[in-house]
């Protein structure tokens, strides 16, 4: 097991479950529904991301290479792509925010980086 990793993993999933309570009830009177609907879609892919780093943390002892960069991306991309989905939300009420959708391609960009080198990596392993 990897304390740090389980550690993060955790955490992205409490706050996905606390903030998935807030987007359903606590913002409601502040942003409209289809900023709701960009909200939660910020909040189902902290979800993901924490547990597939949950499954990652659990069995580092597994895997025959270092998952350290693999980690490093998700965890940077999942909070380019979450957070930012969450400070966009509010975009109406304080239009300064509106620029930060432009940060959540690249976010989610590192993701698609972090896992899919994580895939190719475990094409390339030797262990069954």
């Known amino acids: 097991m ?11 999933i409490f706050i996905a479950i606390l903030f998935g309570a807030f987007g ?3 913002i409601k009177n502040y942003v409209s529904d289809e900023l709701i609907v960009i909200f939660n879609k910020g909040v189902k892919y902290l979800m993901y991301s924490g547990l597939g780093l949950m499954i990652l943390g659990l069995n580092n002892d597994k895997f025959e ?18 957070v930012n989905l969450f400070i966009y939300s ?10 930060v959708v432009h940060i959540v391609p690249v976010g989610g960009l590192l ?10 990596k475990l094409l390339r392993c030797e262990k069954t």
């Open 90 to 99: 509010f975009h109406e009420s304080y239009s300064v925010l509106k620029n």
């Open 65 to 82: 290479f270092n998952l350290k960069w693999n980690y490093r991306l998700i965890v940077l991309g999942s909070i380019l792509f979450s």
């Open 24 to 26: 359903a009830h606590g």
């Open 111 to 120: 993701m698609v980086i972090g896992w899919g080198s994580l895939g190719v």
């Open 2 to 12: 990897n304390k740090q990793i389980t550690t993060l993993a955790v955490f992205y």
